[in-house]
């Protein structure tokens, strides 16, 4: 291997310039060269396998990374059995410019089984060829076990096959040893990080996704659940007893009675009208028709109403400085379920005397504020509960307000209240 021979050289006449220069003595690391030169010097299968880890570059904390573009750290895992391979890597490491690499060798497929932190690196170069097995298979257990890092697979004479597989199976890039270079090797360890990171957020994109879509499906069950029972409970009862007294009413003339009960026809009358009552109550519920009729000020001043027929001793404020035209269709719908959901909510468990609604449109930003000095809450204790019953109406609130493009946040404390508020970028 004339590359290897070639740098062999270079590293004993580099050593021994740098301890002339520093005016030591160089025997010992020159003997420790030539040992090392020996070893190397055997065949491939008779090579002494290294349970120890070879760090390049001084030693760091143990800290993980948190960003490349902060630290410009760079934690490198390289699993090769050939001493030969370790020093080309590692003299191509050298050459990087925007990074400091701290490379960790590991010479052996079993030592390789051993890491013990997952995570800990940012991209591993693996040899396809390791004993007992390979690197795909390698591969395929690290992310058994946990590991995320992006593999880049070393492959020799272009090997096609090797190639497709590794991609198949999920690693990062795969490199010809005959053709990698320093610059080369940057590029595809900046590919490779890169792309490790974008299908992490897309994972976390999808199961955020799959947590949507359950939580879509059974915010469906729940309400038709709800609505049946509307249906039953009041739209149901009701007409049973005006079919009743109509019955009744029947039987009395098929009697012969011509006069009517002017009692039964009154309670009949009472009973249609309490129908009608909770029939817009149920549709009203379903979709506002005063938002699509009137608008959002309207809807908003009807939920207002609404809260103070409930809580007749609680001061409710409403502050609304926008004009109907400001604020967009797509976020009308959003912005009277949030205000409905937070004003239920204060109703049924806030016991505050003293609300403050607004709705405002400066400078681009739709801001609405809804606020409370009722006994308040511990929003961690909140979503740790077993009984979702109230989380799922903050989360329904938070969902709402980010798929229209908006930015929920929510403050409170026991016995001090809460403050709800929600912004909308619009142009």
């Not at 490790?196 to 069950?221: D, V």
Request: glycine share 6%; charged share 30%.
């Amino acid at each position: 291997m004339p590359v290897c021979k070639e740098l062999k050289r270079y590293e004993y006449t580099r050593l021994s310039h740098e301890q002339s220069l520093a005016g030591g003595n160089c025997s010992d690391d020159l003997s420790q060269l030539s040992a090392f030169q020996s070893r190397s010097a055997r065949p491939k299968g008779s090579q002494e396998r290294l349970s120890a880890v070879v760090n390049y570059h001084k030693e760091l904390p143990e800290a993980p990374l948190e960003s490349l573009r902060k630290t410009r750290l760079l934690r490198m895992l390289l699993v090769d059995d050939d001493e030969d391979d370790y020093l080309i890597f590692r003299d191509m490491l050298s050459e990087f410019k925007n990074w400091e690499v701290q490379l960790q060798w590991i010479s052996s497929y079993e030592a390789a089984l051993e890491l013990p932190k997952p995570g800990f690196y940012d991209v591993c170069l693996m040899d396809y060829r390791l004993e007992p097995g390979n690197g795909i298979e390698l591969m395929k257990k690290f992310q058994k076990d946990g590991f995320t890092f992006p593999v880049i697979i070393l492959t020799s004479h272009g090997d096609h096959e090797v190639d497709m597989e590794a991609m198949r199976e999920g690693a990062a890039d795969f490199l010809d040893k005959g053709q990698v270079n320093s610059q080369l090797l940057e590029r595809s360890i900046r590919y490779s990080i890169e792309h490790c990171k974008n299908l992490e957020a897309l994972r976390q994109s999808e199961n955020q996704l799959r947590i949507l879509s359950s939580k879509l499906m059974e915010a469906q069950e729940n309400e038709r659940k709800r609505v049946a029972h509307e249906l039953h409970d009041s739209i149901g009862a009701s007409l049973t007893a005006v079919k009743y007294g109509l019955e009744l009413e029947v039987t009395r003339a098929g009697e012969g009675k011509r006069c009517l009960d002017g009692a039964v026809l009154g309670q009949l009358t009472s009973t249609v009208e309490a129908t009608i009552k909770d029939l817009k109550r149920i549709y009203g519920n379903l979709r506002p028709l005063i938002l699509d009729d009137l608008g959002i000020l309207a809807a908003m001043r009807s939920l207002v109403r609404q809260f103070r027929e409930v809580r007749p001793n609680a001061s409710l404020v409403e502050t609304i400085d926008a004009e109907e035209h400001e604020i967009p269709e797509g976020i009308k719908i959003v912005i009277y379920r949030i205000i409905q959901e937070a004003l239920n909510n204060i109703s049924k468990h806030s016991d505050a005397d003293q609300v403050e609604l607004a709705l405002s449109n400066k400078r681009g930003i739709v801001l609405l504020s809804i606020r409370d000095n009722g006994r308040g809450f511990d929003l961690r204790e909140i979503l740790m509960e077993d009984d979702h019953r109230h989380k799922l109406g903050l989360q329904s609130m938070k969902e709402r307000a980010e798929l229209s493009g908006g930015a929920f946040t929510i403050v409170s404390s026991k016995g001090k209240g809460t403050t709800i508020k929600v912004t909308w970028p619009v142009s």
